[in-house]
T-cell receptor, first 115, second 111 residues
Framework: DTGVSQNPRHKITKRGQNVTFRCDPI?????LYWYRQTLGQGPEFLTY??????LEKSRLLSDRFSAERPKGSFSTLEIQRTEQGDSAMYLC????WGQGANEQFFGPGTRLTVL | GQQLNQSPQSMFIQEGEDVSMNCTSS?????WLWYKQDPGEGPVLLIA?????ELTSNGRLTAQFGITRKDSFLNISASIPSDVGIYFC???????????FGSGTKLNVKP
C-alpha cells in the first residue's frame, strides 16, 4: 500500500505528558499537511511543509505544538504538556505540488485522548 | 480563515434514492475537492474539480464546480447502505496555498 500512513492510530495520555505522532506521506509528494479534527467538524489546518521547509503555521498551533519534516519525507507532530482540549483526531495529508493537480490525500489519522 | 458552508448538515434517506448536497463560500476557489469519511478513519478523496462549470463523475457520484467559483455540488444516485458516512467539501485558493473544509454532511441510508 503506497498511501499516507500515520502512527500510532490511537494514543491515550495523561494531561501534562508529551506525545509525538508520525506521518509517512505518499513517496513522491513534496507537500505534507497536518490537520486537527474534532467531533462534528471538518479538518482544521495546522501547518504544512514543502519538502523539509515548514512554510505556514496556523494560529491554532500554540507554542506547545511543534512539527518537523527533517529530510523532506516523513513528518512528526509533537504536543508538549498536553491538555484535555488537545483531544482530537490528528490527520496528515500529502500532495504533489507544482504539477497542476491539487489532489490531497489523507492518512487514517491518530486519535488522541487526553485524560 | 475562509468559511465554507455545507448543507444539509445531515440527511436520512431510503436506499435507492438520489442525494444532493452543496458547499458555498463567500470567496472564490480554484479547486474543489469532495471527500467521504467513515468513523475513525481519514477522509477519502472522491472527486476533484478544477474549472468553473466542470462536471465530473465517479461511478454513482457526480460533482460540479459552480460557475461563480464560489460553490460546488455533489450528487449521489441510487444510494446504497455503504454510502453512509460524512461527506466533506474542501476548497483551495492559490493565494493561501491550503485547503479549507466544510463542516460536513452526514448521510444515513435506510435499507
Amino acid at each position: 500500500d503506497t498511501g499516507v500512513s500515520q502512527n500510532p492510530r490511537h494514543k491515550i495520555t495523561k494531561r501534562g505528558q508529551n506525545v509525538t505522532f508520525r506521518c509517512d506521506p505518499i513517496s513522491e509528494h513534496n507537500r505534507l499537511y497536518w490537520y486537527r479534527q474534532t467531533l462534528g467538524q471538518g479538518p482544521e489546518f495546522l501547518t504544512y511543509f514543502q519538502n523539509e521547509a515548514q512554510l505556514e503555521k496556523s494560529r491554532l498551533l500554540s507554542d506547545r505544538f511543534s512539527a518537523e519534516r527533517p529530510k523532506g519525507s516523513f513528518s512528526t507532530l509533537e504536543i508538549q504538556r498536553t491538555e484535555q482540549g488537545d483531544s482530537a483526531m490528528y490527520l496528515c495529508a500529502s500532495r504533489r505540488w507544482g504539477q497542476g493537480a491539487n489532489e490531497q490525500f489523507f492518512g487514517p489519522g491518530t486519535r488522541l485522548t487526553v485524560l | 480563515g475562509q468559511q465554507l458552508n455545507q448543507s444539509p448538515q445531515s440527511m436520512f434517506i431510503q436506499e435507492g434514492e438520489d442525494v444532493s448536497m452543496n458547499c458555498t463560500s463567500s470567496s472564490i476557489f480554484n479547486t474543489w475537492l469532495w471527500y467521504k469519511q467513515d468513523p475513525g478513519e481519514g477522509p477519502v478523496l472522491l472527486i476533484a474539480l478544477y474549472k468553473a462549470g466542470e462536471l465530473t463523475s465517479n461511478g454513482r457520484l457526480t460533482a460540479q464546480f459552480g460557475i461563480t467559483r464560489k460553490d460546488s455540488f455533489l450528487n449521489i444516485s441510487a444510494s446504497i447502505p455503504s454510502d453512509v458516512g460524512i461527506y466533506f467539501c474542501a476548497g483551495h485558493q492559490y493565494n493561501f496555498n491550503k485547503f479549507y473544509f466544510g463542516s460536513g454532511t452526514k448521510l444515513n441510508v435506510k435499507p
